[in-house]
Every structure is written in C-alpha cells, then in structure tokens.
C-alpha cells in the first residue's frame, strides 16, 4: 500500500482479513497509515506490530479474531459501534457569512455539546475542520476534552491535517482516515453538520 492514499491501506487490509487471511503484512509509506492499521486489527481481535525499514513501514496482523469481535464494531470494523449521534465538522466555522463570527458560533456550539446532556459518540473533523482540534483556542481544546472525558469518540482526518501542515500539532483526538470517519456516519443513528 506504499503511495495509497488515506483510506486505501486499510480498505485493502479489510478485504484480505475479510477473505480469511490470518497473517497480514502491509507496507505503507506513513505514521498514520500504521495507527490507522493498528486500530482495524484491534477492532478484530487481532495483534499488530509495525516495523520500519528504509522509510518504509511494515505493519504485521496476526492471530484469530476473538469469538464476536466483528460483531459489535461498526461497519468499518475500525473501532466501537456508536450508535447515538455524530456531529461532522468540516470546516473552521459556522456557515457561510462572516468568518469571525462563524469561528465563534462553532466555538459556542463545541462548548455547548460539552456541557449538554446528550454527548454525541463522535464528533468527526474534515477538511478545514481539523483547524480546531490542532490550534491554540483553549476553549474549543476544553470543550473536546470534556466530550472525550464524556465518552464522546473524537476523530480527525488525518489526510486533512497533512494538507495543512498540522499533522504534528494536533492536540485533541485521534488522527483517523476517511474509512473510519464515514464508518462512525453509516453506525449512528443521525449525523448533524456543522
């Protein structure tokens, strides 16, 4: 899978595991890829370990799924079976008027999911939206605190953050992929945007 973009590396592991394949090595090309495979291997039951040599990364799966180990993750088979609600956001702020005033609305509606009674299972970061979990607005890193301490599942696009050069500054959540983040979508029971 080396030169695969996000999500091809854990699409095409899925479908050799899925085939019966009981010992799986992938190579890819970066450090995102490898967690994203590790997390489908932990979804199953599995074991992985990850392996680099010569700028390229090994990722081995092995052993036997746990008996009903794909039957509670989502359809992924990535991570939990949300259920619930997910909130996507795709962007740096509200709507389509003026930016500052947008950046401050999903600032309050960030603050307000936290300190709601109804917790969403994922909030869910695309595109200029991974601006939020990688910057410096206290607020916005407190309220994504709360909503992981609440057991809410925080993923972002790890795809995004490379193309914004903020792979390394992400400080709240799990760097994810396409696969998983369209996986929490299809596994709720509604999905609200923002």
Same mark, same amino acid.
């Given at each position: 899978?080396?030169?695969?973009?996000?999500?091809?590396?854990?699409?095409?592991?899925?479908?050799?595991?899925?085939?019966?394949?009981?010992?799986?090595?992938?190579?890819?090309?970066?450090?995102?890829?490898?967690?994203?495979?590790?997390?489908?291997?932990?979804?199953?039951?599995?074991?992985?370990?990850?392996?680099?040599?010569?700028?390229?990364?090994?990722?081995?799966?092995?052993?036997?799924?746990?008996?009903?180990?794909?039957?509670?993750?989502?359809?992924?088979?990535?991570?939990?079976?949300?259920?619930?609600?997910?909130?996507?956001?795709?962007?740096?702020?509200?709507?389509?008027?003026?930016?500052?005033?947008?950046?401050?609305?999903?600032?309050?509606?960030?603050?307000?999911?936290?300190?709601?009674?109804?917790?969403?299972?994922?909030?869910?970061?695309?595109?200029?939206?991974?601006?939020?979990?990688?910057?410096?607005?206290?607020?916005?890193?407190?309220?994504?605190?709360?909503?992981?301490?609440?057991?809410? /599942?925080? *993923?972002?696009? &790890? %795809?995004?953050? +490379?193309? $914004?050069?903020?792979? /390394?500054? *992400?400080?709240? &959540? %799990?760097?994810? +992929?396409? $696969?998983?983040?369209?996986?929490?979508?299809?596994?709720?029971?509604?999905?609200?945007?923002?």
């Amino acid at each position: 899978a080396i030169g695969k973009a996000c999500p091809m590396p854990v699409v095409m592991a899925k479908r050799e595991l899925d085939g019966g394949c009981g010992d799986l090595t992938v190579a890819v090309d970066n450090e995102t890829a490898v967690e994203n495979l590790k997390r489908l291997a932990a979804g199953r039951g599995l074991q992985a370990a990850a392996e680099a040599r010569d700028g390229v990364f090994h990722v081995r799966i092995t052993g036997t799924a746990a008996a009903g180990a794909g039957e509670a993750l989502s359809p992924c088979a990535c991570g939990p079976q949300t259920g619930g609600y997910a909130v996507f956001i795709g962007k740096d702020r509200v709507g389509e008027g003026e930016g500052e005033l947008g950046y401050n609305l999903l600032k309050m509606a960030l603050y307000t999911l936290a300190q709601g009674d109804s917790v969403p299972a994922a909030v869910l970061f695309m595109n200029s939206g991974v601006k939020l979990p990688a910057g410096d607005e206290e607020q916005v890193l407190d309220s994504l605190r709360t909503l992981l301490d609440r057991g809410a /599942e925080v *993923l972002v696009c &790890g %795809t995004c953050l +490379n193309f $914004y050069g903020l792979t /390394e500054r *992400l400080k709240v &959540g %799990t760097v994810s +992929n396409m $696969y998983d983040i369209l996986g929490r979508m299809q596994a709720a029971q509604k999905v609200i945007t923002l």
